[in-house]
């Protein structure tokens, strides 16, 4: 099916099937992240507020009663950090009431079910993207399948509440400003505004859509269509802040405070230690290389390799635009037609996101999957040169074959690495990241692996009455006992840090809060021995030490 994929048509409605079905057939094989549990009280602490806001006196019940069954000592205050959108969160506390759910295991796999279908949502619009610019059904799927196979996305598209979530809304508002640059109109200007909007109270990085879209504007607008224009601009504007505060309902009351007590607690916001080359840093201090080079080192060949064609095709193009802008001319010149206008949204979108991370000291840990959505921006670019040269050398049958065999070997080749680390891609490296390497950064960040060792543990110690399990790293493993399955959990007792040594078994996902080279707050006792560990493709997921009898 890729061989052909210029000359013949791909049937979408096959792909996306496939995709779907792929799916519903996996959706159960994923761990557990441990943000899931917040997001839940978050989604009922919001749903409560609204129905109770709309006088649903039944629902607001409901709510309350689900809201107060949620315990646990390591969550963050739902009423100081109440901070975040309702766009998945509320829906998914609405699917749990209607089905009634009432099972841990129930409600987490559906919720993982629910962000697997934002991501699919993603698919579709980015499928539109790709056939709006480039007008081949084929050029677009092929989009969709890198997309699809990018195996950090795919893994999270399985539990990652947030970015997931965020990169769908981020395609989708994309779609919608492509469609303003076809046709300015009012239906397309608040349209892109409503999902701007919707985008933002996911993730603040949003703001660079308003800010884009006006930008280029000024370099782009009409003189003889001006009053017109300006007028959508502010169309644009207001419809942006009704939808924003629609849309957050933390800014229902006291709009103007509430939006700076959003601001005022990011800084409150993980100010641990990132595990990165071997070295702690803040989360608000990291090297300027550190996206960079976890893009480099969990992105699949395949991608960065015609990533980095097309981005540098685009670069150079520009460039030259730029050099040639004309005094008289700078509007008519800087881009030409709507297609480069296009084009010309996602390298400055890109580069403008990018360098602001990087040089703005914007807090990352757990990888780089707070911009997982640049993932967009990267097979936008993959697709772009894949176009340019297909079109160039179209009639050369060797060149293209040639092409097609390699983009089918390093399809494969991802594809293959895909199955290797299922259901754990989200710890995924590629074939030119050494081990050595994948030991110097964090992996298992959010836990997904911790049900498996509690299983492995309650397995083989059936005849004990009692386990009692330390954890020497930075992590909430008390947040996964209620997610075990088939098995008798109470004999689980988890120990404090202080009472490490008087495990049984000590637990490790090589996370810390501290520098550890410094602070011994999670070393290993002298009475525990290494027991097991859990390696994917060389990387270490977690580390099992046991007390010596």
Not at 474 to 501: A, F, T
Request: glycine letters at 2%; aromatic letters at 22%.
């Amino acid at each position: 099916m890729i061989g052909r994929f210029y000359n013949q048509s791909l049937n979408k409605y096959l792909v996306f099937l496939i995709f779907l079905i792929i799916g519903i057939l996996i959706f159960k094989d994923f761990g557990h992240n441990i943000d899931e549990k917040f997001h839940r009280l978050n989604g009922f602490y919001w749903l409560r507020y609204v129905s109770e806001y709309l006088g649903l006196d039944q629902l607001s019940l409901l709510s309350n009663t689900k809201l107060e069954s949620i315990q646990g000592f390591t969550l963050s205050p739902i009423d100081y950090y109440n901070k975040y959108g309702i766009i998945f969160d509320v829906p998914a506390a609405i699917i749990e009431i209607i089905l009634r759910l009432e099972n841990p295991i129930e409600y987490y796999k559906i919720r993982h079910f629910l962000v697997f279908l934002y991501f699919y949502i993603g698919l579709i619009f980015f499928y539109k993207i790709l056939l709006n610019r480039f007008k081949n059904d084929n050029i677009a799927l092929i989009g969709v399948i890198l997309l699809f196979c990018t195996p950090r996305l795919l893994g999270d598209s399985f539990q990652n509440i947030k970015d997931i979530v965020f990169l769908t809304f981020v395609i989708i508002t994309s779609y919608y400003y492509f469609k303003t640059v076809d046709i300015f109109s009012k239906k397309n200007i608040v349209l892109f505004a409503l999902f701007s909007a919707a985008s933002t109270t996911v993730r603040m990085f949003a703001i660079f859509f308003p800010l884009t879209f006006i930008t280029l504007w000024l370099f782009s607008f009409s003189k003889k269509k001006f009053k017109k224009e300006i007028t959508y601009i502010l169309l644009f504007v207001a419809s942006y802040i009704f939808f924003l505060i629609f849309f957050w309902p933390l800014l229902w009351e006291d709009t103007i405070n509430s939006l700076v007590s959003y601001f005022k607690i990011l800084n409150d916001y993980f100010n641990a230690k990132v595990f990165f080359l071997n070295n702690y840093y803040s989360s608000n201090l990291l090297p300027y290389s550190y996206i960079p080079i976890w893009i480099i080192i969990s992105t699949p060949l395949l991608h960065l390799i015609l990533f980095f064609l097309g981005f540098s095709n685009m670069v150079l193009r520009f460039f030259k635009r730029f050099t040639n802008i004309k005094s008289r001319s700078i509007y008519a010149d800087f881009w030409r037609g709507k297609n480069e206008q296009k084009d010309f949204f996602i390298f400055f979108s890109f580069v403008f996101i990018t360098l602001g991370v990087i040089f703005l000291n914007i807090k990352m840990y757990n990888s780089w999957r707070i911009v997982y959505f640049l993932y967009f921006f990267i097979i936008y670019f993959a697709i772009y040169y894949m176009n340019i040269y297909l079109t160039k050398y179209k009639k050369n049958l060797l060149k293209k074959n040639i092409f097609k065999f390699l983009f089918l070997i390093l399809i494969i080749l991802t594809t293959y690495r895909i199955t290797i680390y299922h259901p754990y891609q989200s710890f995924y490296f590629n074939v030119i990241t050494s081990d050595k390497i994948k030991n110097t950064v964090e992996v298992d960040y959010t836990g997904l692996s911790s049900i498996q060792f509690l299983n492995k543990i309650l397995e083989e110690n059936q005849d004990k009455e009692i386990i009692k399990i330390g954890i020497a790293s930075w992590y909430p493993l008390w947040r996964m006992i209620e997610l075990i399955e088939n098995k008798d959990v109470s004999k689980i007792k988890l120990v404090s840090n202080k009472e490490n040594y008087t495990s049984d078994y000590l637990y490790s996902n090589r996370i810390s809060d501290v520098d550890k080279r410094y602070n011994k707050k999670y070393d290993i006792p002298s009475n525990f021995f290494k027991y097991d560990e859990f390696i994917i493709d060389g990387a270490i997921i977690y580390e099992v030490y046991k007390r010596v009898e």
